[in-house]
């Protein structure tokens, strides 16, 4: 289970460009609204979600978290109970955590960026307290799998299907996709 977690304010293209690739390697993602089922982009694009925060339960069906950046969506995932709760339990047993533009920020501010390579938004290099900020567009270390923005939300959402199925399956929708990288 992939678990997305859209906020209010949450920059659209960020979210849904790696549901999309998520679904299309055939993986069971559910989106999560923090407040509600009904949470409005950045970009003022309404979305419904499958679950609201207070309806989804962080258990061993996770494989993975996506924290979607844009602002004030960022902040409003950070000050959320359960999207921290979700964060520790990834980050303690051995989950995937995916994170984009300014949404890497909630890592490096919770200390699990320390000694691991990252990339964010830029502007918020700061804010990932202890990584090894790369210049890259997406960076995987380990568990943690991050991106700059919008514009590379494709390739992002390709390197989490590729943590979680592998690189023949990657390939295979890389390639159908028609990416060219």
Not at 14 to 36: F, H, N, Q, Y
Not at 71 to 97: H, S
Not at 156 to 166: C, E, S, T, W, Y
Not at 171 to 181: P, V
Request: net charge negative.
């Amino acid at each position: 289970m992939v678990y997305v977690f859209l906020a209010d304010g949450f920059e659209e293209t960020e979210a849904i460009a790696p549901i999309d690739i998520l679904r299309r390697a055939g993986l069971d993602v559910k989106t999560v609204g923090i407040g509600s089922c009904i949470i409005r982009g950045s970009h003022s694009i309404p979305i419904v979600t499958d679950f609201d925060d207070m309806q989804i339960k962080i258990d061993d069906s996770v494989d993975m978290i996506v924290l979607p950046g844009g602002m004030p969506g960022t902040l409003n995932l950070e000050k959320n109970k359960t999207v921290q709760a979700a964060i520790d339990y990834c980050a303690q047993n051995d989950r995937f955590i995916g994170a984009i533009c300014a949404a890497p920020s909630i890592l490096g501010h919770k200390g699990l960026l320390k000694s691991k390579k990252a990339t964010c938004f830029p502007g918020f290099e700061n804010e990932l307290t202890g990584a090894e900020v790369c210049g890259d567009s997406v960076v995987t270390d380990g568990k943690i799998i991050t991106a700059k923005g919008a514009g590379v939300a494709v390739e992002f959402g390709l390197a989490l299907v590729k943590a979680l199925v592998g690189e023949a399956k990657y390939k295979k929708l890389h390639d159908s996709m028609q990416f060219n990288d």
